[in-house]
């Protein structure tokens, strides 16, 4: 049974930092390329950050320079540090990865931001 479950979220300040973490089990984690996305408040559900296999990493734009993704192939972990926040980054985040075709998402951990 493939697990992903989150962590991390808080309520933050504008200009702040959190730092989401998405245990994972069930599938072969190093090989399987991981993904954050975002889902703001009335919104759809929007893709932030990738780090594949072999470590490389990509993200939307307007969160360069700001997150960072990262793994841990010994804890199954994949995180999400977030600095510079600001009241755009409200929302639930989603672990995301693919498996034999089939999408797994993690259940969500609600990062607010205040102004």
């Known amino acids: 049974q493939v697990q992903l479950v989150e962590s991390g979220g808080d309520f933050v300040q504008a200009g702040g930092s959190l730092r989401l973490s998405c245990v994972v089990s069930?599938?072969?984690?190093?090989?399987?390329?991981m993904r954050w996305y975002h889902q703001p408040p009335g919104k759809a559900r929007e893709w932030v950050a990738t780090?594949?296999?072999?470590?490389?990493?990509n993200y939307v734009d307007h969160v360069k320079g700001r997150f960072t993704i990262a793994r841990d192939n010994a804890k199954s972990t994949v995180y999400l540090q977030m600095n510079s926040l600001n009241t755009e980054d409200t929302g639930v985040y989603y672990c995301?990865?693919?498996?034999?075709?089939?999408?797994?998402w993690g259940q969500g951990t609600q990062v607010t931001v205040s102004s």
């Open positions: 995301h990865t693919k498996s034999n075709n089939i999408d797994y």
């Open positions: 069930g599938i072969r984690f190093e090989t399987n390329n």
């Open positions: 780090i594949t296999g072999r470590g490389d990493t």
